[in-house]
């Protein structure tokens, strides 16, 4: 009994204090929910609208924002009326964005810059991005209890590759020394952006940015960091999600055997 009080002291008790915590921050936050999806994609035609396992990229997003409990508007900017539609069907609010905001050199920011121009009370916001298919509600929530103390919040993932750059008449090491190669139990490494999701403001993004100094950031698993731009990484994808499935499967089927014995 007196190990069992420990464990929960130790182990249990954290944990639920972080969810109240997380719960309450999400009821009470003014963060807008936003999913930038243009009708236009080079590589895979209709990427946002794409499936796996049933569901859309945008339906699957929508649905995981919704889960996470933390906002209390979801937008999806768009310029295409199959993308509205969709985006509709889950729940999600539609901005239609003017065509000359979907084009291939939009970038984000401008994107975003547009969006805000037309709702003037959304001073805070959360860019998600469809092609990042595994994003998770924990993600979300800690980016939200993490954007109460910080301007910006954004995903990355750690990386412990070494990187070499190539100059005019060779190349050279960008993160390590030649001389001393570091073995990966012996450093860090090093954060790269996921793309998954940036928590940011009005402030920075009126400024041209979505990030500054002032920034946070939530690590996302290896196993969760993938985005789809080609067709092998939708392939990867949908291998990993169609694996996951048979596992469950696999599990529910051991659980009910064990049950009628």
């Not at 509205?84 to 901005?95: R, S």
């Not at 041209?208 to 002032?214: H, K, P």
Request: contains cysteine; hydrophobic residues 40%; glycine residues 2%.
């Amino acid at each position: 009994m007196k190990a069992l009080k420990i464990y929960i002291y130790i182990f249990l008790l954290p944990w639920t204090v972080y969810q109240i915590e997380t719960n309450s921050i999400c009821l009470q936050n003014d963060v807008h929910a936003l999913i930038l999806a243009r009708g236009g994609s080079k590589e895979i035609k209709y990427k946002n609208l794409v499936k796996i396992d049933g569901l859309s990229l945008l339906a699957r997003t929508i649905l995981i924002i919704k889960k996470s409990s933390c906002f209390n508007y979801i937008w999806v900017s768009t310029d295409d009326h199959k993308i509205a539609i969709e985006a509709k069907k889950y729940g999600a609010i539609v901005h239609k964005r003017p065509v000359e905001y979907a084009l291939d050199n939009t970038t984000s920011v401008a994107s975003v810059q547009e969006f805000l121009q037309s709702h003037q009370s959304i001073h805070n916001f959360s860019l998600f991005q469809c092609t990042s298919v595994f994003l998770k509600t924990k993600y979300i929530k800690e980016a939200i209890l993490k954007f109460q103390s910080f301007d910006c919040v954004f995903a990355v993932k750690r990386s412990h590759n070494l990187r070499w750059k190539i100059r005019e008449t060779h190349i050279s090491p960008i993160n390590f020394d030649i001389k001393s190669r570091p073995r990966r139990q012996d450093w860090e490494g090093e954060l790269i952006e996921t793309g998954m999701f940036y928590f940011s403001t009005r402030k920075l993004v009126a400024n041209g940015v979505l990030q500054n100094e002032r920034c946070s950031y939530v690590e996302i698993k290896p196993k969760d960091s993938l985005e789809i731009d080609s067709k092998l990484d939708l392939k990867i994808a949908r291998c990993i999600i169609n694996k996951n499935k048979e596992k469950f499967v696999s599990f529910k089927n051991t659980e009910n055997v064990i049950k009628s014995s």
